[in-house]
């Protein structure tokens, strides 16, 4: 039976279903299956050169010269899929509009019958929706359940990538858990804390003063031998960059070293640390640069890799 893969979106338009229809194309082809691309729409975009390009996107031109809509050129640039190839091995049919629109009601129904008809197997349906941005590791935003869910990780070995708030949630859980400091956090969220563990660089006393400002892009760290950083770069030294004020608080190094957290990496003058890792873990890794800068889908940064990696083995258990 050849597979259906039906992708619609929620809440508004522009969300990315094209890329998102596109994409599973591109990964299916990369599997060594045929797809074939199939956008059905409540709105026929009879002109795509005259519309509003902030609305609807840029168009894209065919080799006839026709001006179509943006959709065509994310299959056409994602896939191989040919229009009207005949045997395929799955059928990707994005739904234009948002789920909630009358006018696209006909073409959900239809897809729902479909898939009943299919069966589960045969037929999934992806959807779409907008999460609304909480970006950035800024500010109080929920850090108790960051620091409950890291502490569920370590202790369920449960694979765990955290990058530079999530490096510092893992340092808190440690000290909080590990060492017993149930008040330990960053002075970012609590400033009376007796052990701010993470903390800005001013605040502490026994570095040279760097300044209040945000440490941001390039810099060096040296990996210590012997840890996951140093297993999944493969090298000493790496560049990446950087967005953060608040710091691995050095004042507490020791006693959270001699508690067992692995200091994996450090800036070249080994004043500040870059990198933790839990003990006895399968994989379990801190981060206050942000490798997510310089990867791409297709050449992703080591530490991705290696971490998609332990979450797959540990899915197979
Ligand atoms: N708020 C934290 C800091 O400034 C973490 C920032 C981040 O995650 N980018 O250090």
Redesign the pocket.
Known sequence: MKKLIFVTGGVCSSLGKGVTASSLGCLLEARGLSVRMVKIDPCLNVDAGTMNPYQHGEVYVTDDGAETDLDLGNYARFTNAVADSPEVDVTIVEIGGTVGDMESIPFLEAARQLIHEAGKENAVSVHVTLVPRVS????QRGILGMVRAARWARENRMPYFG????M?ILVIEYARTVLGWADAN?S?FDQETAHPV?SLLEEQVDVRNYGGT?RLGRSESVLKEGTRVREAYGTASIHERH?????FSNAFRADLEKAGLRISALTPDGGLVESCEWPDHPWGVGVQF?PEFKSRPVAPRPLFAKFIGACTAYGGK
């Open positions: 950035g590791g800024f500010g990058i530079c708030l999530g510092q960053s970012e993470v945000m967005r953060h004020r608040y710091e942000h």
